[in-house]
C-alpha cells in the first residue's frame, strides 16, 4: 500500500534552512507540511494539527527534541517520530529512541533516505497491509489489535508506540524461533540498520517494561 497522499507532517528545527528544504521536498510528494523552529511551539501544533508524522531535530531552544518526544508520547502513542541530530553517538541515539522516537537520521542526511523512512514510517503507523497484517490474534497471555495497533495483556491496555508494536508483533507472529539481531533489524526497521544495533537494545528493554510482569 502507498503512503497515503496529503499526510500531515510537522517538522521542527532551528535551523530555517533545513525547515525549508524540508517543506519543499514533502510538499513535493503531496505531503501537508508544518513547520515550527522549537519545541514549545512543535507541542501546540502537534495538539492542534494532529500531524501523521513528526521529523524533530534534538538541539534547540526551549525545549529540546527529546523532551518534544517525551511530551508527544504523553498524548500519542502511536504517532511515528523520527529524529534529526549531528550527533552520531550511541549515547545520544539511545537517550532520542527512549524517549519515544521511532528512528533516527544523522546530518547530513541524504533527502532520499529520508523520504524513505518517512514513507516507511507512515506505511506502518497507517496501512491495512495484507490479510495477515490486518487479523487480530492472540499470544500467550497477549491479545493483538492489528487494525486499531493495540495490545492486550491480562486485561489491561498496553501503551506500544509504533515501532514497539511493529517488533512485538514481528516476534509474536514467530513463537519459539531463533531471531537474529540482523533479522530483527531489517524487518522493523530495514535493510539500512544492520549497523545500528541500539534500536534493538532500546525497544526490547522497553517492550520488557511494558509487558513483563517480571522486567528483570
Known sequence: METRESSRVLVVDDEPQITRVLKTVLSSQGYEVRTAAEGETALASF?????????TDLKMPH???????KRIR???PNVPIIVLSVKDEERTKIEALDSG?????????????LMARARAALR???ATGSAEESASFEAGDFRVDMDAR???????EVRLTPKEFDLFVYMARRPNRVLTHATLLEAVWGQA?????????VFMGQLRKKLEPDPS
Open 47 to 55: 495538539k492542534e494539527w494532529l500531524p501523521e508524522l513528526v521529523i
Open 193 to 201: 540498520s544492520q549497523e545500528q544495533p541500539e534500536y534493538l537494545r
Open 74 to 76: 504523553e498524548v500519542s
Open 150 to 156: 493495540r495490545v492486550h495483556t491480562r486485561g489491561r
Open 124 to 126: 506502518r503507523s497507517g
Open 101 to 113: 522516537a521511532d528512528d533516527y537520521v544523522t546530518k547530513p542526511f541524504g533527502i532520499d533516505e
Open 63 to 69: 525545549m529540546d527534541g527529546v523532551e518534544l518526544c
